[in-house]
């Protein structure tokens, strides 16, 4: 049995506002005004004298938690074209070839998270080169200062890395760029703020559920056992983000993964006992039933939201799948939620390129199958931008989709007791 998310609260503004306990849909909306600032701060902390130095011979990133995806963005948009390795490190041991000639980025919004802070300290102690980004107050800020590397500062209510992403990601992408590893100038980044502030102008709590594209496809995934996937690279780790939002703000699990390396795994999952094609289950139709695909019984509609940015689409369900709409849930037990696919696609190449073709071919073979087996199938695709403005599409969809799906379900997005008795548990 699926959850039941209050779509009457998703459209009370005052109601959400009182349930979101430290702001979170608030903070997600500050994201154009994050990148504004983080260039600001990022200036003042000297951050152009990268572009001065040598090139180094590599650059290892440290991020955990929520500040994670920041080493993942780096390496998506600095793997096509630059000159030296990027690698993720989430805590210590460095390897071992880290030493003088290499820059470690460490990233944490307090500057206290045990494994960059670590991985900081001990790439300083090789003499390594630093660049860091946390509080100003902080032993992370410290280490950088004692080993003259560069630090830029988080600013203020920035109280969870969940909702300050593009305030640790912004510099981040800026040193990158001064040193020729990625195309990120400053128009860039704007241009990433100003498509950060649409999404926050259309997905904001006032604007109701039927015109609002996340509320809308909270309000779908509530109703499924939601598995994401990316349809290239860049779909891939928006994908993960997705993953780790909706776990985190709506405790709902989400696997996820990327074409085309993931389709196997992920179409594997169409032949389980969350799909039509998996075979009798409580609830659902056997042999001795009228199967749903004998007859059009469908109750929704397609919605098509074609915005000027952007757009999300849910499919019809396929008339081969389904469930039993004669099921009775006092005989039967209650039925299981069906398996919700969502598909996190790419702005299309213009003009096509044949691994573009190839890769759209995989795309729509695998939302074929995946409808044809009774999953319900939803997709977000970016619009037209440079690859960090295409990404921000998504980041915005799916951090606000994971907010109002947990503020559905009657949860504080920002406060999980169960997080905070295992804090509890592991303090020293």
């Known amino acids: 049995m699926a959850p039941h998310l209050d779509e009457a609260l998703l459209d009370d503004p005052d109601e959400l506002q009182r349930k ?63 000159p030296v390795p990027v690698q993720a490190r989430r805590n210590l041991p460095l390897p071992g070839w880290v030493g003088p000639m290499d820059l470690v980025v460490a990233v944490s919004l307090s ?72 195309d990120a100038p400053e128009g860039v980044l704007h241009r990433v703020a100003d498509r950060l502030d649409e999404r926050a102008e259309e997905l904001r709590p006032t604007s109701e559920s039927f015109v609002n594209p996340a509320k809308l496809l909270a309000l779908q995934l509530a109703e499924t056992v939601p598995v994401v996937l990316g349809d290239g690279p860049l779909g891939g780790v928006a994908a993960a983000r997705a993953s780790s939002m909706l776990a985190r703000t709506a405790r709902m699990p989400a ?55 952007g757009e999300l689409m849910e499919r019809r369900r396929s008339p081969q799948g389904g469930r039993d709409i004669f099921s009775d849930p006092y005989l039967d037990g209650p039925t299981l939620p069906p398996l919700g696919l969502l598909m996190l696609r790419d702005a299309p190449v213009d003009p096509p390129t044949r691994d573009s073709v190839q890769a759209d071919a995989l795309t729509e073979a695998v939302l074929s199958t995946a409808q044809e087996a009774g999953v319900r199938v939803m997709e977000v695709r970016a619009a037209q931008g440079d690859p960090v403005v295409r990404l921000a599409d998504h980041v915005a969809m799916v951090d606000f989709t994971a907010t109002y799906m947990a503020l559905g379900l009657g949860l504080d997005p920002s406060v999980s007791p169960h997080v905070a008795d295992l804090r509890d548990r592991t303090r020293g």
């Open 255 to 309: 696997p996820f993964g990327e074409l085309p390396d993931a389709a196997s795994g992920i179409v594997a999952c169409f032949d389980g006992p969350y799909t039509s094609r998996g075979g009798p289950r409580p609830g659902t139709y056997d042999e001795r039933r009228i199967r749903l695909g004998d007859i059009d019984t469908s109750s929704w509609e397609p919605h098509h939201f074609d915005e000027p940015e």
């Open 111 to 182: 500057g206290r998270a045990p494994g960059p802070l670590a991985v900081a300290a001990e790439a300083a102690r090789r003499g390594a080169s630093l660049l860091t980004v946390g509080a100003d107050d902080s032993p992370l800020a410290e280490v950088t200062r004692r080993a003259r590397g560069i630090h830029v500062g988080t600013g203020r209510q920035r109280t969870s890395s969940r909702t300050a992403l593009w305030t640790l990601l912004t510099p981040v992408l800026v040193g990158a760029d001064r040193l020729g590893l990625l």
């Open 20 to 82: 979101d306990s430290r702001a979170t849909l608030r903070a997600l909306a500050t994201a154009g005004a994050q990148v504004r600032e983080a260039l600001h701060l990022g200036a003042e902390a000297g951050i152009d004298r990268l572009a001065a130095q040598e090139r180094p011979r590599s650059v290892l990133v440290a991020a955990i938690g929520g500040s994670s995806i920041v080493a993942e963005v780096l390496e998506l948009l600095a793997e096509p074209g630059s």
